[in-house]
């Protein structure tokens, strides 16, 4: 799922971070070995001379030519960049007219086209790749969709629905993996869940400000997250609590599990140290939130296995970030064929985040030191990028 950006969110920002990891021992910091780092070969918006800049980067798409389609939801509007890092045309303004964005945040490949959802205006837009609008469709579903990617000439559409507890203080999100198709029909559920690892909390300051209970959303560290990605004819699915994928082959309409592609890698647990530092953050959060002590917020004893999935733009990779490294300066990335069979590992900075993967490049989006977002790309060695002769099982019968 992608959770990105340091702005307000559905989630507010305030999950729970370690300042300690690694090994067993209290106070101990035990890394494993050191991982292969991608070179950055590409920046937009980091330098001052640079004439680009960006307000809010709510996601990136990167075309067959290798254009990235970077969606700015604060600037409502779309900049296509070539692969020169040279900007080649811009499209969208805020508005409820046709082209027009309230709160874009979603973008999807559906064929040749690009797919926009956008939440403040409840639909959902489709661009050809030169900016033009072809058609845009309304439908409630596009509230509650907080991700998208492609199948085929369908979408993968993951929808959260928040739902109450008895408690008032605790709200649980229900999320739903469905497969659309245009206009906003769901004719395929591939899997439903219920997060509860979002606990939801009392925040004086919201309650003084704006009237009412003043509730907000906190998330609990390290729970586990369901991830999931799309491209071509097959859906991935897996949970964080076991290194276990689903895979899905889309058909007549209908997603086909096709089996189960599973690791025996070892999740390190949680030290002494990390737990008292979960702690502490939890005290230091009560001085500020009237935090119910019928639901506390749970402390973990190990990482997830991993927590986000991202596909290559030809569905030959899969790409899971994974905990096992242990270094809180770093993330560390499995790489996988279109088989699952896993090929290596590599780090990047901790405070990227990554939208795309295409060929021999990945794209994220950080900030700089004064809150400023950019785009960055990266080199992805020649072992772990896409083949050219694409996945030799792709089309295979469910």
């Not at 070179?39 to 809010?56: S, V």
């Not at 072809?134 to 959260?160: I, N, Y």
């Not at 219920?194 to 209970?213: E, H, I, K, N, T």
């Not at 491209?231 to 609590?241: A, D, S, T, V, Y």
């Amino acid at each position: 799922m992608r959770i990105p950006r340091r702005r307000a969110h559905a989630v507010v920002g305030l999950v729970l971070l370690v300042g300690a990891c690694g090994g067993e021992d209290e106070g101990e910091l035990r890394f494993g070995p050191p991982l292969p780092a991608l070179a950055r070969d590409l920046t937009i918006g980091l330098e001052e001379e640079d004439p680009h800049e960006f307000e809010q980067i709510e996601d990136i798409e990167v075309d067959s030519d290798g254009n990235m389609y970077i969606l700015d939801g604060r600037a409502r509007r779309i900049a296509v960049f070539d692969r020169e890092g040279r900007l080649r045309i811009a499209f969208g303004r805020e508005g409820e007219g046709p082209g027009e964005f309230v709160w874009p945040h979603q973008l999807a490949w559906i064929g040749e086209d690009l797919a926009v959802v956008d939440r403040g205006a409840v639909r959902i837009s489709v661009f050809h790749r030169s900016g033009a609008l072809r058609d845009t469709w309304t439908d409630p579903l596009w509230q509650s969709v907080v991700e998208l990617s492609s199948v085929g000439d369908d979408l993968l559409a993951v929808e959260q629905r928040a739902r109450r507890e008895p408690f008032e203080s605790r709200r649980y999100d229900a999320v739903y993996v469905n497969l659309v198709r245009l206009p906003g029909e769901i004719v395929d559920t591939v899997a439903t869940w219920v997060d509860s690892s979002v606990v939801q909390v009392r925040y004086r300051a919201l309650a003084a400000r704006f009237g009412g209970p003043g509730l907000t959303q906190v998330r609990a560290p390290y729970g586990p997250r369901g991830v999931w990605d799309s491209r071509g004819p097959e859906i991935l699915h897996g949970f964080g609590n076991e290194y276990r994928i689903h895979r899905f082959v889309v058909s007549d309409g209908r997603a086909h599990r096709a089996g189960d592609v599973s690791h025996d890698f070892p999740t390190p647990h949680l030290s002494a140290a990390e737990r008292d530092s979960i702690r502490k953050t939890i005290a230091d959060l009560d001085e500020r939130f009237d935090l119910d002590p019928r639901m506390p917020i749970p402390i973990p004893r190990q990482r997830p296995t991993f927590d986000r999935m991202v596909l290559s733009g030809d569905g030959t990779r899969v790409w899971l970030r994974t905990f096992r490294h242990g270094d809180p300066r770093l993330q560390m990335w499995d790489v996988h064929d279109c088989d699952l069979a896993y090929l290596g590992s590599v780090s990047l900075p901790r405070e990227m985040w990554v939208y795309a993967v295409a060929g021999h490049a990945l794209y994220t989006a950080g900030w700089t030191s004064l809150d400023i977002p950019y785009v960055a790309r990266y080199r992805v060695p020649a072992d772990l990028a896409s083949p050219a002769e694409g996945c030799p099982t792709r089309g295979r019968d469910p």
